[in-house]
């Protein structure tokens, strides 16, 4: 990465040309991280699969199924039946199983996240899913059950997630 090369972490026999160095350190690594978050039921539109946000703290968000095993699926369609109509209907449709949302952010938005505690970075994608899409209240707060946080800044020997040309270069 970039920042390796930066930093001097790996050493060059015989060194790098210095217009080599020069093109390097002209270079800016920006944070990236991702959030993923599991959700025991959906309650966004079936079939999403990836959305692009403006004006939100988490602006890309991936959206994934994982089906229960069959005969989890069956107990699971029976139990839901005791959860919101809305959010039953569509687990049963689903066939049950999990649900794993997983929010990207780089630049500025990378660095606020990166700062918060995990379980506040992953509640945050929960309440923007909440204002995006409308569930009853307190209905995703129910289906969250944890999540992770991937900071490929603070990784050593990563220690950024995209690379671009500094401002003026």
């Not at 800016?28 to 039921?41: D, F």
């Not at 997983?102 to 899913?129: F, M, N």
Request: hydrophobic share 40%; charged share 10%.
């Amino acid at each position: 990465s970039i920042p390796v090369l930066q930093r001097g972490a790996i050493a060059f026999h015989p060194p790098l040309p210095p217009s080599t160095t020069r093109a390097i350190h002209s270079l800016r690594c920006e944070p990236a991280l991702k959030v993923t978050v599991k959700m025991s039921q959906r309650w966004w539109p079936p079939n999403t699969h990836g959305m692009i946000c403006a004006r939100c703290t988490y602006p890309e968000l991936w959206f994934q199924h994982v089906p229960a095993p069959p005969l989890a699926a069956s107990s699971s369609a029976a139990s839901s039946s005791a959860a919101s109509s809305s959010t039953a209907a569509s687990a049963a449709a689903d066939g049950g199983g999990l649900y794993y949302v997983t929010a990207y952010a780089t630049g500025d938005a990378a660095r606020h996240i990166a700062a918060l505690p995990t379980e506040e970075a992953c509640r945050g994608v929960v309440q923007q899913l909440e204002r995006m899409f409308g569930p009853a209240r307190g209905e995703a707060a129910l289906a969250y059950q944890g999540g992770v946080v991937m900071d490929w800044g603070s990784v050593p020997y990563v220690w950024g997630g995209y690379s671009c040309p500094g401002v003026g270069e």
